[in-house]
Nanobody
Framework: QLQLVESGGGLVQAGGSLRLSCTVS????????MGWFRQAPGKEREFVAA????????SYADSAKGRFIASRDNDKKEAYLQMNSLKSEDTAVYYC???????????????????WGQGTQVTVSS
């Protein structure tokens, strides 16, 4: 059983940066791939980024490529999403999620993730 808590959201101007953190409590954090998703008002939750169990692999949505960087610290049991060059269309509630995987698999479907945080609001003003 894991508990996930996101932090680091807020209001930022277009072109700015934010770093989201996901603090995880529970056992065997290193056996979980970590994903980041977001949901804007009136839209479905969408995949943003994922990072493998040992930081050896990452996956990004096209909208995040070149601007966002997913990372993790297994000793601290934390995952991060560095977001640069933010745009107004990045405004959403951002969620981190944990996916127990055996192989170096990175899922982009929210249904594959077992544990979720409560979300943190990111608002980008234009």
């Amino acid at each position: 059983q894991l508990q996930l808590v996101e932090s680091g959201g807020g209001l930022v101007q277009a072109g700015g940066s934010l770093r989201l953190s996901c603090t995880v409590s529970g056992r065997m954090f290193s056996r979980y791939a970590m994903g980041w998703f977001r949901q804007a008002p009136g839209k479905e939750r969408e995949f943003v980024a994922a990072i493998g169990r040992s930081s050896g692999s990452t996956s990004y949505a096209d909208s995040a490529k070149g601007r966002f960087i997913a990372s993790r610290d297994n000793d601290k049991k934390e995952a991060y999403l560095q977001m640069n060059s933010l745009k107004s269309e990045d405004t959403a509630v951002y969620y981190c999620a944990a996916d127990h995987v055996i192989m170096t698999v990175l899922h982009t479907d929210a249904q594959d993730y077992e544990y979720w945080g409560q979300g943190t609001q990111v608002t980008v003003s234009s």
